[in-house]
């Protein structure tokens, strides 16, 4: 028969010893020395006879735990057969079946949730739901309560909601469209106060357990009454903490964007972060680095229905060169990471009529730059 190593398996040391994780069945394997020699020589396929010796004994007991897999087995036809899996590759894969919830998954209610984080709260203060840079200057925003968004119908906004990715870079958004969107986005609407707990904010987008783990990082272009640079958004203050101020290399903007060259002629980004610690305090299983994202999708929602009210061109990307950013902003990915963007700008007119004509009945088609990065050139 011909043997080898699982595609599907991971392996890590882990204290000195070489560790067999198998996430299609949820279990862990420590491997003897012996082992780990021997899993060298089925790197791929390899030939081995049936015998009764000690190697044979071992090869058998991999094979028996699926660390090993026979060439023409079920397990076999198993690994070649995973779909789209297959070309996202073992890392995707991996973290997909690791944080799958199996049928005998036990889940706690909410007040035994509850009765745990009251219980152990004296040794695990939780983090703190706000994040501010103390040395930073802060810039207070107004209000934005003369907006568009006070008159605007919710059916029409639903409709006209589409990707924009042809903006005029000549013009600005205004002072209060950046106020009115970070304010319905980001700030804080009502707060309940459960007993035994830290008060919880309540915000325009849902958030697993009011934990509220996403951070605004506004990257301002071209706003009026707003210096460009790059910003931390306070929402208890609704104010702009002033990181790196001064202009930014729009250049520069469109490779952290995976170089599509729309991006840079928005008038801001909004960078979306997880801090990691503000989710991981209460829930304590690798799913939840799934609602970070769902999160995200609730975040960068809002942001389209209000920016779409306030007459704004609106698109999300998540194809981000990610440690750029990350180190662009000063962050530690072991405790806060970046989950993607929305860009935020004034359409082109053509863009505009465009979109007006397809809400009105017209033919539908995509929004597209124009240029050498959609291969549509103008």
Not at 241 to 249: F, H, M, T, V
Request: aromatic content about 8%.
């Amino acid at each position: 028969m011909r043997l080898r190593i699982s595609r599907l398996c991971v392996f890590t040391w882990r204290d000195g010893q070489l560790v067999c994780d198998d996430p299609v069945r949820r279990r862990q394997m420590a491997l003897s020395s012996g082992a780990q020699r021997l899993l060298h020589r089925f790197a791929d396929w390899t030939d081995v006879e049936r015998a009764e010796d000690a190697e044979s004994r071992l090869i058998g007991q991999l094979l028996a735990a699926h660390v090993l897999v026979e060439q023409g087995s079920a397990e076999h036809r198993f690994e070649e057969t995973r779909g789209p899996w297959a070309q996202w590759g073992t890392a995707a894969t991996y973290y997909h079946l690791a944080s799958r919830n199996q049928s005998d998954e036990k889940f706690t209610s909410a007040a035994e949730d509850t009765a745990w984080l009251v219980e152990n709260l004296p040794d695990r203060p939780q983090p703190s739901g706000l994040k501010e840079y103390p040395d930073a200057e802060r810039i207070p925003l107004s209000r934005g309560d003369d907006s568009p968004l006070a008159r605007s119908d919710l059916a029409q906004v639903l409709r006209a909601r589409r990707s924009t990715r042809k903006f005029d870079a000549d013009k600005p958004l205004s002072e209060a469209q950046l106020a009115a969107l970070l304010r319905w986005v980001g700030g804080p609407l009502h707060e309940v106060r459960p007993e035994g707990l830290r008060p919880a904010v309540l915000k325009a987008s849902p958030s697993p357990g009011a934990l509220h783990a996403l951070e605004i990082y506004p990257v301002v272009l071209n706003v009026t009454g707003v210096a460009p640079g790059i910003y931390h958004y306070h929402s208890g203050a609704h104010a702009l903490e002033a990181l790196r101020p001064g202009p930014l290399d729009r250049e520069r903007i469109t490779h952290w964007c995976g170089d599509q060259t729309y991006l840079g002629d928005t008038g801001v980004l909004l960078l979306y972060t997880a801090v990691l610690e503000r989710t991981a305090w209460k829930y304590r299983t690798g799913r939840v680095y799934r609602t970070l994202f769902m999160e995200l999708g609730h975040f960068s929602q809002t942001a389209y229905l209000v920016g779409t009210a306030l007459g704004l061109g609106m698109l999300f990307t998540a194809a981000t060169r990610d440690a750029e950013i990350e180190d662009a902003l000063g962050l530690d990915w072991t405790k806060e990471i970046l989950l993607g963007l929305n860009g935020v700008g004034i359409p082109a007119e053509d863009e505009v009529a465009r979109q007006r004509a397809m809400l009105a009945g017209g033919t539908a088609d995509f929004s597209f730059a124009g240029d050498a990065w959609d291969g549509r050139d103008a």
